[in-house]
């Protein structure tokens, strides 16, 4: 099994800065993609942004501009370093990876973090 697990929310003053990390443990072969996603209250889980294993980036166009999304593929562990950060960008974010497993026979994976809180608020 793979394991994520993301650390680095808190709360923070309209304005600034976190950086959040989420790093995969277990049985990992390879990773295709990384990416960070958020969900507000009552709400479905959205796209932040995702990189693929050779550095594509894709972001929401909320935050574009203040989200840089970044990986360390040999440590398994990608980051989202958020700037300007804004009320609305309270949240739970959670980390997803998808890849295959180190296994015997092919076995691919989607997993998912527990999420980490952001609240931005002065």
């Known amino acids: 099994q793979v394991r994520v697990v993301e650390s680095g929310g808190g709360l923070v003053q309209p304005g600034g800065s976190l950086r959040l990390s989420c790093a995969a443990s277990?049985?990992?072969?390879?990773?295709?993609?990384m990416g960070w996603y958020r969900q507000y209250p009552g709400k479905q889980r959205e796209l932040v942004a995702t990189?693929?294993?050779?550095?594509?980036?894709n972001y929401a166009s909320s935050v574009k501009d203040r989200f840089t999304i970044s990986s360390d593929n040999a440590k398994n562990t990608v980051y989202l370093q958020l700037n300007s950060l804004k009320s609305e960008d309270t949240a739970v974010y959670y980390c997803?990876?998808?890849?295959?497993?180190?296994?015997?026979?092919?076995?691919?994976?989607?997993?998912w973090g527990p999420g980490t809180q952001v609240t931005v608020s002065s």
């Open positions: 997803n990876m998808r890849g295959v497993q180190l296994t015997l026979i092919w076995s691919p994976f989607d997993s």
């Open positions: 277990g049985s990992v072969r390879s990773i295709s993609s």
């Open positions: 990189i693929t294993s050779v550095g594509s980036t």
